[in-house]
C-alpha cells in the first residue's frame, strides 16, 4: 500500500488529531481509499522513507531547524511527490525549499468581499470556483471555501514547470493590513484579485532518478496557501473533500482516480417543517383511527341487512 507521510514536530495539522484545525476526517478518506498514513520527526529520523510515496507538510507554527529542510530537499532531489499546506503565518524556515521551487507567498490574507453572497460574515474566506485547466481540477464545477489564506505565484527554475489552479474572484484582495473595522483595499500596500491560491510543479525524472528505475516519470508538488480548507472544521463545505482527494490522486500518479466522487453516508432521514410535522401527527392520532372505525361499522351494517 502507497505511504503518505506526515511531518510532525512543529504544530502541525495531525492526520490522527480531533481538533477542529486536524486533518483526521480527511485522513480517514485517504485509509478508506488504501493509502496508509504515518507521521514522521525529521529531527530524529534522518530520512524520508524512500516507500513515501507523498510526504505532507501541513501548516507548522515553528521554524524547521535547517537540517530537516536539507531532509525535504534531499526528498526532492530524490524524486519525492509533495504536498505543501501553507498558511499566512509565514514559512517557518522553509525559504530554501521555496527558492529551489520558485514559489513565493504573497504577503497579508486573502479577502474576498464575495464570502457575504454565501452568508459567511468572515471577509477572510475566501471563495473559489475559477479553476485552471490543470488535471487536479479538470471538470472541476463545485465552489470551495479557503479560509484564511494567502496568495501563491510562482517562477519555475531549471528543469520544473508549473501551472496555476485555484484562483480567488476579482473582488478580492491580498489584505497586508490590521483585519479588523471596516477593511478596504489599499492599492499602495494591497494585492488585487484575482489571486492564485494554489501551484502545481512537476519535472520529468530521468531513470537514475526515478525512484522505481523503471520508465521515467513525472515528479509532483503541490503548494497551496491554505490549510484550513482540509481540516475537520471545513473539509464539508462545497467541493473540499472532493478537492482534497484528488489533489492526493494527482500525487500519487493515480490519474483516473481523479474527478471519481467520494461516497459518503447518504443522510436518509425525512426533514419535516413544524407545520408537516403536527398535520402528519394530527393524522396519526385523528384521521387514522377515526377511518378504521367508519370502516369497521360498514363492514358491519352491511353484514347485518345480510
Known amino acids: 500500500e502507497p505511504w503518505i507521510v506526515f511531518v510532525e514536530g512543529h504544530g502541525e495539522r495531525s492526520p490522527f488529531g480531533q481538533a477542529n484545525h486536524d486533518l483526521q476526517v480527511w485522513a480517514q478518506q485517504l485509509q478508506a481509499k488504501g493509502f496508509q498514513l504515518h507521521g514522521l520527526n525529521l529531527a530524529t529520523a534522518g530520512l ?17 531547524l535547517p537540517g530537516e529542510v536539507a531532509l525535504i530537499e534531499d526528498y526532492i532531489r530524490r524524486g519525492g511527490n509533495l504536498l505543501w499546506l501553507a498558511d499566512p503565518d509565514g514559512v517557518f524556515g522553509l525559504e530554501p525549499l521555496a527558492e529551489q521551487l520558485g514559489v513565493r507567498f504573497e504577503p497579508g490574507v486573502i479577502v474576498d468581499p464575495t464570502a457575504k453572497m ?32 494567502a496568495a501563491v505565484t510562482v517562477e519555475p527554475q531549471g528543469q520544473w514547470q508549473a501551472d496555476s489552479f485555484l484562483f480567488t474572484t476579482e473582488r478580492s484582495w491580498s489584505e497586508t493590513g490590521v483585519l479588523a473595522g471596516e477593511i478596504s483595499f489599499d492599492e499602495l500596500a494591497d494585492v ?22 523503471a520508465d521515467p516519470k513525472q515528479q509532483r508538488i503541490l503548494v497551496v496557501g491554505d490549510g484550513d480548507f482540509l481540516s475537520n472544521a471545513y473539509l464539508g463545505n462545497g467541493g473540499n473533500l472532493d478537492l482534497g482527494m484528488n489533489m492526493v490522486n494527482w500525487l500519487s500518479r493515480d490519474d483516473q482516480l481523479i474527478a471519481v466522487p467520494t461516497k459518503v453516508t447518504l443522510d436518509r432521514s425525512l426533514n419535516l417543517s413544524r407545520t408537516a410535522s403536527m398535520v402528519i401527527g394530527f393524522g396519526f392520532l385523528v384521521f387514522l383511527p377515526a377511518s378504521l372505525l367508519l370502516s369497521g361499522l360498514a363492514i358491519w351494517l352491511k353484514r347485518r341487512k345480510a
Open 192 to 213: 488585487a484579485g484575482p489571486l492564485s491560491l494554489a501551484v502545481a510543479v512537476t519535472r520529468e525524472l530521468d531513470n537514475d532518478v526515478a525512484d522505481d528505475g
Open 118 to 149: 454565501f452568508a459567511i460574515d468572515d471577509p477572510t474566506f475566501a471563495i473559489v470556483g475559477d479553476y485552471g485547466l490543470h488535471p487536479v481540477v479538470e471538470g472541476f464545477d463545485v465552489l470551495t471555501i479557503f479560509p484564511r489564506a
Open 48 to 64: 524520508v522513507p524512500d516507500n513515501a510515496r507523498i510526504l505532507v507538510v501541513a501548516g507548522p507554527q515553528v521554524d524547521f
